[in-house]
Nanobody, 120 residues
Framework: QVQLVESGGGLVQPGGSLRLSCAAS????????MGWYRQAPGKERELVAT???????NYADSVKGRFTISRDNTKNTVYLQMNSLKPGDTAVYYC??????????????WGQGTQVTVSS
């Protein structure tokens, strides 16, 4: 009923940039918070950045000043612009969208993940 399609991951050299996109489709509506999380090998999933329906943002300390989250409510899409990438940013990045599907309470949905590798 809800599809989250992520794109934009890949291999980039240290200092480079990538832009991730996540489009929500299906029967989801009243989308509230949208965000990005990441999971590196052997580590737990961690918050990268979130953005509320009103546009307020929150970032992990490790990405402040380098990453920017934004959203286009007309397209139900959230973006993550990643600049000055470091090898420590290597991980699978997951989008997370909180919204409502008819007949169910508000719930958080996860994308399938997109690999970001920062290496020379």
């Amino acid at each position: 009923q809800v599809q989250l399609v992520e794109s934009g991951g890949g291999l980039v050299q240290p200092g480079g940039s990538l832009r991730l996109s996540c489009a929500a489709s299906g029967s989801i509506f009243n989308i509230n918070d949208m965000g990005w999380y990441r999971q590196a090998p052997g580590k737990e999933r961690e918050l990268v950045a979130t953005i509320t329906g009103g546009g307020s943002t929150n970032y992990a300390d490790s990405v402040k000043g380098r990453f920017t989250i934004s959203r286009d409510n007309t397209k139900n899409t959230v973006y993550l612009q990643m600049n000055s990438l470091k090898p420590g940013d290597t991980a699978v990045y997951y989008c997370h969208v909180v919204g409502v599907v008819p007949g169910t309470p508000m719930y958080g949905y996860w994308g399938q993940g997109t690999q970001v590798t920062v290496s020379s």
